[in-house]
């Protein structure tokens, strides 16, 4: 493969600038223009020079011998002073350099992948750890990142791979008596990786909402307070507020750190019936964006009719208490009461849900799985009808086992991969 090379870390000015170069050429190139490297897995303080001596920058440089760096390849790193003009200057220099190329976004990682240093689940995790926000979002990553989900999968192919193994023993042994009926153990091990991929296929809707962030809409009638009461939430005048009612015809969002948490809190349109077509698209999106929330938080008195239902972890509250100073249970946005209680409320019910995540994050990690449930399913059911069917529950077998292995990139995943390395910054 091509030696490639790029900044490792973002572009502007910094205390340290890393650039990264990886490939058959890379101590060769390293050497070029620092001399001496240290020994693998070593550090040393080295002069970088442009090929007519320049001294560049002095720099940290550390280096790795294939197979034992990120990428499975002899990588070399350079640690530099995080300056614009140094940094472009050794990519100006490494460029000089025949057969060593930029990477593209990605190429790291992708060859991590190809020399077999990650499963595509755990670049995905890696991917997710970049783009993590909040602190569970960076837990979530990590426990993908490092392995987790593979290694599970790898039980369920183990498992399967058995299972198949004893039918097709018996297929190969049908003109003789085979003492034992595979039948009971290999229905034992199938039950068994079916109710934990049907418990990882639950799991992941949570897991992804963690990855994507939680939605929590303000549901109400026009004028109840709901754009005051976000602002409230997000300290600052994110919703134009108004006496008027009808202000907000569009949705509103607000992105949100809850106790480690990702959410979005949605301010809709006041739901009533109206004759103006603009107000009445409104609450259409309302209606709409509030059904797809996560949890829905009901400003409303207790006997004031609602167009929406509630559902059961959902939260109602009398609106405006500031005017009703006899009321209990309510929330103002203008004055804070009732916010802390409602925010601590929020937390929790996110956070229960948020324990039920399984270690699939992704929409692809899910179909994947469907179709290994659906195929052992599917299995079980010609496992039933006796011996003579044996043959076809094992073609199940063996679908199953190649869709847990799509999962992790083993096999059928090349369409995919350009796709996902393309969300990758360069250098990683």
């Not at 890379?26 to 320049?54: F, I, K, M, N, Y």
């Not at 058995?162 to 042994?173: H, K, V």
Request: proline share 4%; glycine share 8%; charged share 25%.
């Amino acid at each position: 493969m091509e030696t490639i090379f790029a900044p490792a870390t973002a572009q502007g000015r910094a205390g340290v600038s890393v650039i990264r170069i990886s490939g058959p050429q890379a101590h060769a190139v390293a050497e070029a223009l620092c001399g001496h490297l240290p020994a693998p897995r070593a550090t040393g303080l080295r002069d970088l020079r442009s090929p007519d001596g320049e001294v560049l920058d002095q720099a940290l440089v550390l280096t790795f011998a294939a197979p034992a760096s990120f990428t499975g390849e002899d990588v070399v790193e350079f640690h530099l002073h995080g300056s614009m003009a140094v940094t472009k200057a050794v990519l100006s220099a490494l460029s000089a350099n025949a057969g060593v190329r930029l990477a593209e976004p990605g190429e790291f990682t992708r060859r991590a992948l190809m020399n077999n240093k990650l499963d595509l689940a755990q670049v995905e995790g890696l991917a997710d750890l970049i783009e993590s926000e909040t602190d569970a979002q960076r837990r979530q990553a990590m426990r993908v990142l490092s392995g987790a989900l593979g290694d599970r999968v790898e039980r369920w192919r183990v498992d399967l791979i058995r299972s198949a193994a004893l039918l097709e023993a018996t297929i190969d042994f049908a003109d003789e008596d085979v003492p034992v009926d595979v039948t009971p153990e290999v229905n034992e091990l199938i039950s068994g990786v079916s109710g934990d991929i049907e418990a990882e296929i639950k799991g992941s809707y949570i897991a992804e909402r963690i990855r994507n962030g939680f939605e929590v809409a303000l549901v109400g009638a026009p004028n109840a307070g709901k754009s005051t009461l976000l602002n409230r939430l997000a300290g600052r005048d994110a919703a134009i507020t108004s006496e008027v009612a009808g202000t907000t015809r569009d949705v509103i969002e607000v992105r949100m750190d809850l106790d480690g948490l990702p959410v979005t809190f949605l301010d809709t349109a006041g739901l009533r019936e109206s004759s103006d077509q603009i107000e009445s698209i409104g609450i259409e999106r309302a209606l709409e964006r509030a059904k797809q929330a996560d949890l829905r938080i009901f400003l409303a008195g207790e006997d004031e009719d609602l167009l929406l239902k509630p559902e059961c972890d959902d939260i109602r509250l009398t609106p405006k208490v500031d005017l009703q100073p006899t009321a209990h249970g309510g929330i103002s946005g203008k004055t804070g009461a009732g916010v802390t209680e409602l925010i601590a409320t929020i937390q929790n019910t996110l956070s229960s849900r948020a324990e039920q995540a399984g270690l699939a994050t992704h929409e692809r990690h899910r179909m994947a799985m469907t179709r290994a449930f659906d195929e052992l399913q599917a299995a079980q059911e010609v496992l039933a009808r006796g011996p003579e069917y044996y043959d076809i529950a094992s073609e199940e077998l063996r679908s199953a086992i190649r869709a847990l292995e799509a999962l992790v990139g083993r096999v059928d995943v090349e369409n995919l991969l350009d796709e996902i390395f393309s969300s990758f910054c360069l250098g990683k």
